[in-house]
């Protein structure tokens, strides 16, 4: 088994759609970025990339990169699912907090869960999403959004170490 960790954050500003863990959530403003802005994705993508020690998105995904300019997540996150796999892994589980003061998030969350789930190969109960604030004393979660994700990848083909 593989542990991996990912974190994230992005602005919130006015003029963009909020997008979380691949869910369109109704708010007047949205995370700045140059992909959707998605920090939730980002965070498990860094925790799965993290797991299988195949780097990061910040390499994989440069935003200097024109073609991922503006690009859903999701895209992206299928990518990195297809690398990990390619070397063996599958998902144990995820676990993602998001840290936002607003808008509230409680009730995306099992679209979110449903949503990742299927992008990585897994049942829906691999897959846990949660939302907090910081009661209103974070500075990164009052003026946009963060996210923590955890992951466990196993081998689907265990090698026989040798001694
Ligand atoms: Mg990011």
Known sequence: MRIGHGYDVHRLVPGRP???CGVEIPYDKGLEGHSDADAATHALMDALLGAAALGDIGKLFPDTDERTLGIGSLKLLDE???RVRGKGYALGNADITVVAQA???SKY????RRTLAAHLFADVGRVNVKATTEEGLGQ???Q???AHAVVLLEETHPRVRAL
């Open 80 to 82: 990195v699912v297809a």
């Open 109 to 112: 969350t099992e679209a979110m």
């Open 18 to 20: 909020l997008v979380l």
């Open 144 to 146: 946009g959004i963060a």
């Open 103 to 105: 808008p509230k998030l």
């Open 140 to 142: 990164v979660s009052t």
